[in-house]
């Protein structure tokens, strides 16, 4: 299973950016897509979630900002993300399982991409 993550960059406060997460490998292990983040001195957090049916998760600092969604026949995922903030500055990660509570409530997964770092300017 890999994942590669993109589309990270420096924004303005304010600005969007959209993250994409391509997957491949063993279907089966990426029931469950998520977003994850880790900023400067901070721990990892969970940001947003998607199922394979289409349900989605947000942190409630992301709530009404970022959008997760999926493309199926491309194996990809996205993380846009509107109006960020500069607390909002991390990097970005996207991973997969197949247990939704691992994602979502745990801040855990069995599969990784690298990161991509996301920097916005005040």
């Known amino acids: 299973v890999q994942l590669q993550a993109s589309g990270g960059g420096l924004v303005q406060a304010g600005g969007s950016l959209r993250l994409s997460c391509v997957a491949s490998?063993?279907?089966?292990?990426?029931?469950?897509m998520g977003w994850f983040r880790q900023g400067p001195g901070k721990e990892r957090s969970f940001v947003a979630a998607?199922?394979?049916?289409?349900?989605?998760f947000y942190a409630d600092s992301v709530k009404g900002r970022f959008t997760v969604s999926k493309d199926g026949a491309k194996n990809t995922v996205y993380l846009q993300m509107n109006n960020l903030q500069p607390d909002d500055t991390a990097v970005y990660y996207c991973?997969?399982?197949?247990?939704?509570?691992?994602?979502?409530?745990?801040?855990?997964?069995?599969?990784w991409g690298q990161g991509t770092l996301v920097t916005v300017s005040s």
């Open positions: 490998g063993r279907t089966s292990h990426h029931d469950v």
């Open positions: 998607i199922t394979r049916s289409g349900s989605t």
């Open positions: 991973a997969s399982d197949i247990n939704l509570r691992k994602i979502v409530s745990l801040n855990r997964a069995d599969y």
